[in-house]
């Protein structure tokens, strides 16, 4: 039985490779001798900066329509025009070698993309010349769990599709071994959740829900010079409008095709993600979906260079994929800004970020990277040794911080492994394996609407303590947000000592202030690196930390000394600082008092960060005492000294006493 294989209404000759249907492209002669227009690599040599064009790139796409489907409600409208919008964007303006196939058979598909009797060779008509750039496209139905349909079915009598999965795809692209050095970017159409994530309302309520998949954080494939770009990860069934194709692929070729100047991969994916993430379009509601970057170690820098010629992707229609109906779209959907704003409605700086520590050693790159982040990019933080109970506490916490909180930085210096097959991480806390997935999900969760549309950024760094035993506000009402609570997250893993030391240099530089955004600086972390250093992304915008004014209205204050004789007197907070900062050589205790909800934490997290950043060999401890209650108090304020080495100077801030049982006053 032979496969149908038509593009662009061209029918190509079907011949046999190793008892498997391809299709035969041009003849020599055509555009496939032209050298590819995507881009150039770029790394560093010497202390040189060297480049390389990539002139030599191959696209294949792998789609299924399912006309022939039984459920005529899963016919693929835009399927055609997908292949076409890729065709024009690859092929005619940036001379890549193009190949589509149509409802390819699942063994055959795996075993062509195994390269089994040189079969990928043959389709691309090159003897040996292995390509610069390797780009696949699948586009189908998905499910969870990383599922894809074929449009075959098990049998004539069968309603169940054949289908294949994103591990099966991974597992055979692991056996071409001559593409180590090409730079391979898998892009999954199909969705991988299992819910509708609608767009937070405060008046919805959210019960019974269990995402964890959708936000699943795996080291696998780990692949070299691999980078996947997954569709939604919210929805089964991709939105799609009828006569423009998917989001998913109207939107690469958008970007691409519309490029003025040259950028680095990440950030052209970035931009692709913001695009989608504002045109995601459901019949009965406006809902938002991101895709997620997923990117192994890489050899180079990977820029996509300005467009040469344009041919525009078809956008002409606003109807829905299943049907004909226009949908209204409010101006502010059109088109949202690809940068995160640190504004609220009013124009007024009222976000401020936090940062978080673990660490199983005290050692001084979780120092440096404390410093780093509160004294460079303007982060509250603080530090704790690594436990399920502080981790538990932390994200209980976190769940009730004031709305004008803009973003949240978790860093985790621990033991990582990772599951034999799924390679799914976890981090060793009290002897036991803490999924990573899990310590996401409870930031994302339906139940945590505080961090909706805020960039979620979480930071594990494999910290062994010994040799390793195998490797086994509601958001709407004051920010301008439309996001599910599965966009705007990044995860980032490092393994080894050399990566930590350049995340360390990232954190301390300027150029995260506005000169190149967070998603490009941990990009160059994973320049000749392990293979198992990963990064995972949905955020739908460039982030960047600029130097802005803080949200703080600074009080008077009253203040008695206990001298002889004792003395009243009245201090601005920038008068009390100067005292503060007089007293640092003292062992000298200042008391806050004034009535509940007056602000006494946001003043304290003031001084904290006004003191750090004028003394910034000083030690700042910031101690919550409703958690001395809830932890041994011996074991408590021990771990929480531990990152304290010798003479340090070191200012203690204990917050909350009067929420502390009386019955532990004494502690």
Not at 96 to 111: E, G, H, I, V, Y
Not at 152 to 162: F, L, P, R
Not at 387 to 411: M, P
Request: net charge negative.
């Amino acid at each position: 039985m032979r496969e149908s294989l038509v593009v662009r209404g061209t029918p190509y000759k079907i011949y046999k490779i190793f008892d498997q249907e391809t299709m035969e492209g041009p003849g020599r002669g055509g555009s496939f001798r032209k050298k590819a227009a995507l881009g150039y690599f770029e790394w560093t040599e010497n202390g040189e900066i060297k480049k390389r064009i990539a002139d030599n790139v191959w696209v294949l796409v792998l789609h299924y329509n399912f006309i022939n489907a039984k459920d005529k409600d899963d016919i693929r409208h835009g399927d055609a025009e997908d292949v076409t919008n890729l065709k024009n964007t690859f092929e005619k303006n940036r001379n890549c070698k193009f190949k589509s196939f149509l409802s390819m058979k699942r063994d055959n598909l795996l075993r062509m993309l195994a390269d089994d009797n040189n079969a990928l060779f043959r389709i691309f008509e090159s003897k040996d010349d292995v390509p610069s750039v390797f780009l696949i496209y699948f586009l189908s139905h998905g499910h969870i769990e990383g599922e894809i349909y074929t449009d075959h079915y098990e049998d004539e009598n069968s309603d169940k599709y054949i289908s294949f999965t994103t591990a099966e795809v991974f597992e055979s692209l692991s056996k071409l071994t001559r593409f180590e050095k090409c730079l391979k970017i898998v892009n999954f159409g199909p969705c991988r959740g299992k819910l509708f994530d609608e767009t937070f309302s405060p008046e919805q309520t959210y019960q019974n829900l269990n995402n964890r998949n959708s936000c699943q954080i795996t080291s696998f494939p780990q692949m070299r010079n691999l980078v996947v770009f997954y569709a939604t990860v919210e929805t089964i069934r991709a939105m799609r409008r009828k006569h423009v194709g998917t989001a998913f692929v109207r939107h690469i070729c958008q970007v691409l095709n519309s490029m003025e100047k040259s950028e680095l991969l990440i950030n052209v994916l970035t931009l692709i993600q913001s695009k989608i993430h504002g045109d995601s379009i459901d019949m009965r509601n406006i809902i938002r979906q991101t895709p997620e970057i997923k990117i192994f170690g890489l050899d180079s820098k990977f820029i996509i260079s300005a467009r040469r010629t344009l041919s525009p992707t078809n956008d002409s229609s606003s109807s829905d994929a299943i049907g004909s109906k226009k949908l209204g779209i409010p101006a502010a959907m059109k088109g949202p800004a690809d940068i995160y704003n640190w504004k609220s409605r009013s124009g007024l700086y009222m976000r401020r970020r936090l940062a978080f520590i673990f660490y199983s050693v005290a050692d001084d790159d979780v120092t440096l990277i404390n410093q780093a982040l509160s004294q460079n990019l303007n982060f509250e933080t603080g530090m704790e040794a690594l436990s399920k109970e502080a981790l538990e506490l932390y994200c209980e916490d976190a769940s009730k911080v004031d709305s004008n909180v803009g973003c949240v930085l978790t860093c985790v210096f621990g033991r990582l492994s990772e599951t034999p097959e799924q390679k799914e991480m976890f981090v060793l806390m009290d002897q036991t394996e803490v999924a990573v997935t899990d310590i996401v999900h409870s930031f994302i969760g339906p139940a945590n609407d505080k961090w909706i549309g805020k960039p979620k950024i979480f930071i594990f760094v494999d910290q062994q303590e010994e040799s390793p035993k195998g490797d086994n506000i509601s958001p709407q009402d004051v920010y301008d947000i439309q996001a599910t609570n599965h966009s705007g997250w990044l995860v980032l893993v490092l393994r080894s000592r050399d990566k930590l030391k350049a995340l360390i240099e990232i954190f301390q530089s300027q150029e995260l202030k506005g000169e190149k955004c967070l998603q490009e600086m941990l990009a160059t972390c994973l320049l000749v690196s392990n293979s198992r250093d990963m990064l995972n992304s949905t955020l739908p915008y460039h982030l960047y930390f600029p130097d802005v004014p803080r949200p703080f209205v600074a009080p008077q204050f009253s203040v008695k000394i206990t001298e002889d004789p004792p003395l009243d007197k009245t201090l601005d907070f920038g008068q009390l600082l100067e005292e503060v900062n007089g007293a640092l050589n003292e062992n000298r205790t200042w008391i806050l008092s004034s009535g509940a909800g007056s602000g006494k934490t946001t003043v304290m997290k003031e001084i904290q960060y006004q003191l750090g950043k004028s003394n910034p060999d000083v030690k700042m401890l910031f101690v919550s005492l409703p958690s001395v209650g809830k932890l041994d108090t011996a074991k408590f304020l021990e771990e929480k000294a531990a990152h304290l080495k010798g003479p340090d100077k070191c200012f203690v801030f204990l917050d909350a006493f009067n929420e502390v049982s009386t019955d532990n006053h004494g502690k």
